[in-house]
T-cell receptor, first 112, second 116 residues
Framework: QQQVKQSPQSLIVQKGGISIINCAYE??????FPWYQQFPGKGPALLIA?????SEKKEGRFTISFNKSAKQFSLHIMDSQPGDSATYFC???????????FGKGTTLSVSS | GAGVSQSPSNKVTEKGKDVELRCDPI?????LYWYRQSLGQGLEFLIY????????KSGLPSDRFSAERTGGSVSTLTIQRTQQEDSAVYLC??????????????FGEGSRLTVL
């Protein structure tokens, strides 16, 4: 049972464009929603995270938008750069102590 | 090193053999996780250790998989009677606190397992 559904599977964006990756979750107990970034040959690293008490969080060019009623959240990368080319994973967990559950990932390619 | 260390980085084995994968977490991190990454399957949760609590084994795919964590530090993931479908990158991560407190996970670079 996939608890976090991520789309698209792959994404090609021109340099300077906006990259948008979407995730949907099923478990209403989830209350922590991070995004991880992974470069080839490396382990994933935390990029940005949000809790459901806010609808948006911005850090530099990266923004998470959160819609609690729809059980959806998304990552927006503004002014996308070739260095942003990586695989992005959304994830979710709960204060109750469930393990962090990841989506299947989105491979982003930013063309120069 | 200050990061999560995994060994071996690459392992090629024959079907039916047993393999052991090792993880050295960041010193002082109480929580340790194992994930499996296969092409197109994202990061699949396998097992989670938090302090002295009983591990969450709910993600282990079969009884051929087991893991232990000795002394609250080093962890070993063991796969018995390996099958070709076990081929994947096995990632270990550690955190200062359990995921229930939403601690950041720090990942190692993984152990790539190939079963021939």
């Amino acid at each position: 049972q996939q608890q976090v559904k991520q789309s698209p599977q792959s994404l090609i964006v021109q340099k300077g464009g906006i990259s948008i990756i979407n995730c949907a979750y099923e478990n209403t107990a989830f209350d922590y929603f991070p995004w991880y970034q992974q470069f080839p040959g490396k382990g994933p690293a935390l990029l940005i995270a949000i809790r459901p008490d806010v609808s948006e969080k911005k850090e530099g060019r990266f923004t998470i938008s959160f819609n609690k009623s729809a059980k959806q959240f998304s990552l927006h990368i503004m002014d996308s750069q070739p260095g942003d080319s990586a695989t992005y994973f959304c994830a979710a967990s709960s204060q109750a102590g469930t393990a962090l559950i990841f989506g299947k990932g989105t491979t982003l390619s930013v063309s120069s | 090193g200050a990061g999560v260390s995994q060994s071996p980085s690459n392992k090629v084995t024959e079907k039916g053999k047993d393999v052991e994968l090792r993880c050295d977490p960041i010193s002082g991190h109480t929580a340790l996780y194992w994930y499996r990454q296969s092409l197109g399957q994202g990061l699949e949760f396998l097992i989670y250790f938090q302090g002295n609590s009983a591990p969450d084994k709910s993600g282990l795919p079969s009884d051929r998989f087991s893991a232990e964590r000795t002394g609250g530090s080093v962890s070993t993931l063991t796969i018995q009677r390996t099958q070709q479908e076990d081929s994947a990158v096995y990632l270990c991560a550690s955190s200062l606190v359990g995921t229930g407190n939403t601690g950041e996970l720090f990942f190692g670079e993984g152990s790539r397992l190939t079963v021939l």
